[in-house]
């Protein structure tokens, strides 16, 4: 059974077969009850004609009219009827001796009334009517005999089906009970296994949901569509955070032209200067002047270098690094955007590291230092520190400025995609990207601001731990 669909049908058609035995049941003892009372109303009709036909024989026996023996020869006759039409159903219900034996009396009383009306009784007589009455009262009683072993009969017959009918009633909750198990392990369990899957996934337990293997149809089908949608999502994700990178690069390329411009005119007027006096300079003095022109040249290829590993589209590959050089690289990055009223200041020990994807950390971090240069404007303090977080195990690194802060209504919604306190000069995506960023690397983002008096945020990362990849 490898569908949900079949197992609950099989479920339902065991459930079914209980209602199906007490139905049958019910109707073979409705009807056998029916035929007993068919058989019983016989019997009361035979029985009371019986008893009408020795009412009139007492009469005639005391009044002596011809009427009354004429009319207790007919219900005589009716009772003779009714034992002949039925007498294969008064075999069915009695022992054939009896039977016989009522057949017989009835005879012979039906014999005496049609003697007794011939003639009238005399005292000589009197023989004959103590056999009359005899035959009749023997016919009587074995009437009422048969009568009372066919309601008995009744009686055994409606124990039974109570009987029967508890039984039937235990057996269904058993095995109603027993399918609701079976269900609940067969159908229920899945379900729940999925759900509990998708909890995990959904509270970050869990970087993808390791959904329970099954072999129902309908799961299978519930898991493959659901990782479809995961990695679509994902896909998309990848191509948001890409074409941020994309946009963030725009706005940074007034800031590392100045910051390219510096090294190659410096290393162009050292050039110029050698150019110049190369006949004339002592060796020591150009040596001295070419490593200046060497060390500028490396200085703007590691701001090219820095470009390049900003853009460039790959997997998180996290390692350690030492904290102190990538948060300088941000600034470097940063620098253009910077007013010279604007103080950054860093407090960041020395020999601090951080276990970190370098692309995405200073991704993140850039985000937040622009954020913070536009929170200030033209002057204001923006400070970036960092400790270790010994009871977390991990790297706490802080950014705090002094500008205009968020108000408490918004820091709900500060993380969510798309909303931005800039107005239309947002994405909306900023902040968002760095939560998703430090969740991806298995740490945490918390802010605290306060209108008109700045805002902090806090980003811890954990050491040595792998990030959130597909």
Known sequence: MHSLRLKIQIGYFILLIPLLISLLLSYLSLNSIWKRIKILEIMDSFTENILEARRYEKNFLLYHHQEDIQKARDFAFRAEDLLLDFEGTFLKISHPDLVYQLKNELESYVTRLQELSLKTPSKEELTEEKKLRLAGREVVNISKMIREREINRIHYTFQRIVYYLVILALSSIAVISGVGYLMSRAVVRPLEQLE????????GKETRPRC?????KEIASVIRTLYLMLNELEARKEQLVQSKKLAALGTLLSGVAHELNNPLANASSTCQIVLEDLETLDKDLLRNMISQIDSEI????DIVRTLLEFSRHRHYEPQIYPLLQLVEEVIIMARGK??????LEVDIPEGLKIYVDRQRFQQALLNLVSNAIDAVGEEGRIIISAREDPDRYGVLLIVRDNGCGIPKELQEKIFDPFFSTKGTKGSGLGLYLVNEIVTRHGGSIALKSEPGKGTTFYLFFPYERPPKNE
Request: hydrophobic fraction near 40%; glycine fraction near 0%; charge should be positive.
């Open 212 to 216: 329970p293997e099954t072999r129902d």
């Open 298 to 301: 490396w200085r703007a290829r």
């Open 338 to 343: 910077l007013s010279p009223k604007i103080q």
């Open 196 to 203: 509990v899957c998708m909890r995990n996934f959904a509270l």
